[in-house]
């Protein structure tokens, strides 16, 4: 199930968490949104968030996850 942006609910269920994180990045990482809210952070504010992001991604995906899924990279790449 996917849901739409105005469905975006936390704290029910773990299912409908992870469906709403999940429309809730897709929104975030849309070019004009990204842009707009980038140009509005400090660089502290830059700094905490990607740090906070990137412990997550360590934690929950392997070096090939990173690169194929994140990166987008198809290319193989040495470990």
């Known amino acids: 199930m996917t849901i ?3 469905q975006i609910c936390f704290g029910l269920s773990s299912q409908l968490d992870k ?4 429309c809730f990045l897709q929104l975030a990482g849309r070019r004009e949104f990204a842009d707009f809210f980038a140009a509005r952070l400090s660089s ?3 700094d905490t ?3 906070s992001f990137m412990v997550l991604m360590r934690r929950h995906l392997s070096e090939d996850d990173y690169h194929r899924l994140f990166l987008q990279d198809t290319a193989p790449h040495d470990h």
Request: glycine content about 0%; charged content about 30%.
């Open 4 to 6: 739409q942006p105005d």
């Open 19 to 22: 469906e709403s994180l999940s």
């Open 44 to 46: 502290t504010e830059i």
């Open 49 to 51: 968030l990607v740090e």
